[in-house]
């Protein structure tokens, strides 16, 4: 027997997304116009409330997705080559390990492990 769903077809991951991705020039940042998490990243809920696998995946990983064909692995970091959080340009996107990522960044902990891999291959 075929079970038959209620309500509406459910949309696919990629036209839930890009209506939420304000599309710019191919070398601007095209910022996220829905939600986002403390940290200022996009987020997109995945998955069904009806099987309970719903769960909020952050929208840069979506874009990593949608360009490429395949998700980012498990526990790579995607890196916001322009800083900007919101940003979903794939061009401005790239899959680094997380001490990459953390190397990469501004601020304090990008400044520490900065000088640590400087004191490292310098013999200081």
């Given at each position: 027997?075929?079970?038959?769903?209620?309500?509406?077809?459910?949309?696919?991951?990629?036209?839930?997304?890009?209506?939420?991705?304000?599309?710019?020039?191919?070398?601007?940042?095209?910022?996220?116009?829905?939600?986002?998490?403390?940290?200022?990243?996009?987020?997109?809920?995945?998955?069904?409330?009806?099987d309970n696998t719903a769960r909020p995946v952050r929208a840069h990983r979506i874009a990593l997705f949608l360009a490429h064909g395949y998700w980012p692995k498990?526990?790579?970091?995607?890196?916001?080559?322009?800083?900007?959080?919101?940003?979903?340009?794939?061009?401005?996107?790239?899959?680094?390990?997380?001490?990459?990522?953390?190397?990469?960044?501004?601020?304090?902990?990008?400044?520490?492990?900065?000088?640590?891999?400087?004191?490292?291959?310098?013999?200081?």
């Open positions: 027997m075929i079970k038959h769903m209620k309500g509406p077809i459910p949309k696919t991951i990629e036209d839930r997304y890009w209506p939420k991705v304000d599309v710019r020039g191919p070398d601007e940042c095209w910022p996220w116009k829905a939600s986002c998490d403390t940290y200022g990243y996009g987020q997109l809920s995945v998955g069904s409330t009806r498990k526990g790579s970091h995607t890196d916001h080559l322009c800083h900007n959080p919101p940003c979903q340009n794939p061009a401005h996107l790239e899959e680094v390990t997380p001490r990459e990522n953390m190397k990469r960044g501004v601020g304090q902990v990008g400044d520490r492990i900065r000088a640590r891999d400087l004191k490292l291959h310098s013999g200081i």
